[in-house]
């Protein structure tokens, strides 16, 4: 148990359309990351979000964003679904930005058609 | 860009063998982590060892970490048919927030 949901677990989108994904993290998580990971990859990290503000972000565009709220809940919104957005989404919470372990949910597979 | 290489990329092993795999990244690191992933499910996160550690042990799990090599190995030993699963390493870059993650190592643990 990481203390760590997703919602939902599965989803199913035709390509233009826009999906939230949401993330709940236990207290004391004040970071989290949200990481895409294509069917035989690693996760590719996306962005991250400290203290409700975005501190990072990786090689996604901007249709890609988020949001953190004080509750230590999350979303991760994507605008223009493209078909290589198919993947599993990960959001992970953390104790502080860095050097600490990162929790993960058990992810949303995200199917675009 | 990937900073980790797990290798091998896939194992296959009976059940009560050791299983080793390694991982090497190409930057110095705050940390490393390990993980095991079930089926494209969740992650699950296995040992953190930090830059300035050499080894640490949890359970059936024992991880090194050689900074001047910029490699670790994850050795699970008396492996079970349950320890089937894709591990990942991740590693966070000094002065950065990002774990950068490898494309994992296939693990199937036969019984």
């Known amino acids: 148990e990481t203390g760590v949901t997703q919602s939902p677990t599965h989803l199913i989108k035709t390509r233009g359309q826009q999906v939230t994904l949401r993330c709940s993290s236990q207290?004391?998580?004040?970071?989290v990351s949200w990481y895409q990971q294509a069917l035989g990859q690693g996760p590719q990290f996306i962005f991250q979000y400290y203290r409700e503000e975005e501190n990072g972000r990786g090689n996604f565009p901007p249709r890609f964003s988020g949001l953190q709220f004080p509750n230590y809940s999350s979303e991760l919104n994507v605008n223009a679904l493209e078909l290589d957005d198919s993947a599993l989404y990960l959001c992970a919470g953390h104790r502080g930005q860095s050097n600490t372990e990162a929790f993960f949910g058990q992810g949303t597979r995200l199917t675009v058609v | 860009s990937q900073q980790g290489e797990e290798d091998p990329q896939a194992l296959s092993i009976q059940e009560g063998e050791n299983a080793t795999m390694n991982c090497s990244y190409k930057?110095?690191?705050?940390?490393l982590q390990w993980y095991r992933q079930n089926s494209g499910r969740g992650l699950v996160h296995l040992i953190l060892i930090r830059s300035n550690e050499r080894e640490k042990h949890s359970g059936r799990l024992r991880v090194t970490l050689d900074t001047s090599k910029k490699s670790s190995s994850l050795l699970i030993t008396a492996s079970r048919a349950a320890d089937t699963a894709s591990y990942f390493c991740a590693t966070l870059p000094s002065g950065t927030y990002k774990y950068i993650f490898g494309t994992g190592t296939r693990l199937k643990v036969l019984a």
């Open positions: 930057t110095s690191i705050n940390n």
């Open positions: 207290s004391g998580h004040n970071t």
